[in-house]
């Protein structure tokens, strides 16, 4: 389930505020609704963090209030609700801001206050007594106050923030950010009374130091209302970690050929592999598919981030059984169907497949319509991500049976593990589907 659910009012600031969040380790995703508020929970399970874009910065008062309330309602229960803020204030920041409040309120039957850290010093934004900086410019003497949709006529957070609604506001001031650490608790503590709490910053430091100040006080549920690295910092302060446990590759072989065999004992040897071997019915060599996937789901759950857990049919040549026309069709849908099992109950990080009548197979259980190409590891043996279906963006290896030299499978899964790496820490976009086209 997702801890973190961030609401922007575009895709731009949806995406930089995910992208915190993937850098430290939550895996996000951005969902742009096209009205669709119930779409958020397509991807409430599959992601630590979703971030919605309203695209409301310039909407009617009506539309801010719908829009944002539908996001937070579709997207509840998390553990941090963050509302995102234009780094130099524009749009409808009050409004969202309050409406966000409001809703968790609703929804949490907690005291929530707002923490708004709106500095964002990576990108030269300050705040100072309050005021916002661009640069050390106030916004109002940049070239933002001729903004054509949106002139930011004052750089007070706090007047912004108050612009047609009616929050309460407290003040933080740089002394404080900056003092000792009990007397940071303590001003957190007293400004509680107000909706909203603005704290200074000017550094990195000064937004970490509130955000842990924040987490150490009781009886309040904080809503992040900043530009993405103050709610960063407050969900890392409040222990929000990555959902998604690190998980094993696995490794999938229906191919008999001598090269195949070479690969896989040469992958044995050289990494951490749990082999399987299948559960045979009697008689045949096509695996009991419900004896197979459950070995293979007590293995998988065993294996740590980094090992590989091999299925195999065949790894010496004593493996190796002639197959009848019925059975060389039904092997690969067995694969196919542990597979699935194996993926329904367990993490995995990352999918290697060798043979090409398992590797279809495969898709076609886990309901994807092909792969996404990205890389050529060795000749005839790709790297990709499985496209749609239940584990859309797995990372996925595959090659042929008689595809490669002895150290193609032990470069496969090197790759497979990479690829997975990085994608624990990338942002996925993604725009629901409609069901009623």
């Given at each position: 389930?997702?801890?973190?659910?961030?609401?922007?009012?575009?895709?731009?600031?949806?995406?930089?505020?995910?992208?915190?969040?993937?850098?430290?380790?939550?895996?996000?995703?951005?969902?742009?609704?096209?009205?669709?508020?119930?779409?958020?929970?397509?991807?409430?399970?599959?992601?630590?963090?979703?971030?919605?874009?309203?695209?409301?910065?310039?909407?009617?008062?009506d539309?801010?209030?719908?829009?944002?309330?539908?996001?937070v309602?579709?997207?509840?229960?998390?553990?941090?609700?963050?509302?995102?803020?234009?780094?130099?204030?524009?749009?409808?920041?009050?409004?969202?801001?309050?409406?966000?409040?409001?809703?968790?309120?609703?929804?949490?039957?907690?005291?929530?206050?707002?923490?708004?850290?709106?500095?964002?010093?990576?990108a030269?934004?300050?705040?100072?007594?309050?005021?916002?900086?661009?640069h050390?410019?106030?916004?109002?003497?940049?070239?933002?106050?001729?903004?054509?949709?949106?002139?930011?006529?004052?750089?007070?957070?706090?007047?912004?923030?108050?612009?047609?609604?009616?929050?309460?506001?407290?003040?933080?001031?740089?002394?404080?950010?900056?003092g000792?650490?009990?007397?940071?608790?303590?001003?957190?503590?007293?400004a509680?009374?107000?909706?909203?709490?603005?704290?200074?910053?000017?550094?990195?430091?000064?937004?970490?130091?509130?955000?842990?100040?924040?987490?150490?006080?009781?009886?309040?549920?904080?809503?992040g209302?900043?530009?993405?690295?103050?709610?960063?910092?407050?969900?890392?302060?409040?222990?929000?970690?990555?959902?998604?446990?690190?998980?094993?590759?696995?490794?999938?072989?229906?191919?008999?050929?001598?090269?195949?065999?070479?690969?896989?004992?040469?992958?044995?040897?050289?990494?951490?592999?749990?082999?399987?071997?299948?559960?045979?019915?009697?008689?045949?060599?096509?695996?009991?598919?419900d004896?197979?996937?459950?070995?293979?789901?007590?293995?998988?759950?065993?294996?740590?981030?980094?090992?590989?857990?091999?299925?195999?049919?065949?790894?010496?040549?004593?493996?190796?059984?002639?197959?009848?026309?019925?059975?060389?069709?039904?092997?690969?849908?067995?694969?196919?169907?542990?597979?699935?099992?194996?993926?329904?109950?367990?993490?995995?990080d990352?999918?290697?497949?060798?043979?090409?009548?398992?590797?279809?197979?495969v898709?076609?259980?886990?309901?994807a319509?092909?792969?996404?190409?990205?890389?050529?590891?060795?000749?005839?043996?790709?790297?990709?991500?499985?496209?749609?279906?239940?584990?859309?963006?797995?990372?996925?290896?595959?090659?042929?049976?008689?595809?490669?030299?002895?150290?193609?499978?032990?470069?496969?899964?090197?790759?497979?593990?990479?690829?997975?790496g990085?994608?624990?820490?990338?942002?996925?976009?993604?725009?629901?589907?409609?069901?009623?086209?």
């Amino acid at each position: 389930m997702a801890q973190v659910l961030v609401v922007a009012d575009d895709l731009t600031g949806a995406n930089a505020a995910a992208a915190g969040f993937a850098r430290a380790g939550l895996r996000s995703v951005t969902v742009g609704l096209g009205g669709r508020w119930d779409a958020v929970a397509e991807f409430h399970s599959r992601f630590d963090v979703v971030a919605v874009t309203t695209e409301s910065r310039h909407a009617p008062r009506d539309q801010v209030i719908d829009a944002v309330r539908q996001s937070v309602r579709a997207g509840w229960p998390v553990d941090l609700v963050s509302c995102r803020i234009d780094t130099t204030l524009r749009g409808n920041v009050g409004l969202a801001a309050q409406t966000v409040l409001r809703t968790v309120a609703e929804l949490s039957g907690r005291h929530t206050v707002g923490l708004c850290l709106p500095a964002h010093p990576a990108a030269g934004r300050q705040t100072v007594d309050g005021t916002q900086l661009l640069h050390g410019k106030r916004l109002e003497d940049t070239e933002l106050a001729r903004d054509p949709r949106s002139p930011v006529r004052t750089s007070s957070v706090g007047d912004v923030l108050s612009d047609g609604t009616d929050l309460t506001t407290a003040q933080i001031p740089l002394a404080t950010v900056t003092g000792s650490v009990e007397g940071l608790r303590t001003a957190l503590r007293a400004a509680v009374h107000a909706d909203v709490v603005i704290a200074d910053a000017i550094t990195l430091e000064h937004l970490e130091r509130v955000a842990d100040a924040a987490a150490t006080v009781d009886d309040v549920l904080w809503v992040g209302i900043d530009p993405g690295p103050g709610s960063t910092f407050l969900g890392h302060a409040l222990g929000i970690r990555g959902n998604r446990q690190a998980g094993p590759v696995l490794a999938v072989s229906g191919s008999a050929t001598d090269v195949t065999r070479t690969q896989l004992q040469a992958l044995v040897a050289a990494r951490s592999v749990h082999v399987v071997r299948p559960a045979g019915l009697p008689g045949s060599p096509v695996p009991d598919v419900d004896e197979t996937a459950a070995d293979l789901i007590k293995v998988v759950d065993g294996a740590r981030r980094g090992d590989v857990v091999l299925l195999a049919t065949v790894l010496e040549a004593h493996d190796v059984v002639p197959l009848k026309a019925d059975e060389g069709a039904a092997l690969p849908r067995a694969l196919g169907r542990i597979t699935r099992r194996v993926l329904e109950e367990c993490v995995v990080d990352g999918l290697y497949t060798t043979g090409g009548d398992v590797t279809a197979a495969v898709l076609d259980e886990i309901g994807a319509r092909g792969l996404e190409v990205e890389d050529e590891v060795v000749p005839l043996a790709v790297a990709g991500e499985v496209v749609d279906g239940p584990w859309d963006n797995l990372p996925i290896v595959t090659k042929g049976g008689l595809v490669g030299d002895a150290d193609t499978a032990v470069n496969c899964i090197d790759h497979l593990l990479r690829a997975a790496g990085s994608r624990s820490r990338r942002v996925h976009t993604a725009i629901p589907r409609n069901p009623h086209p």
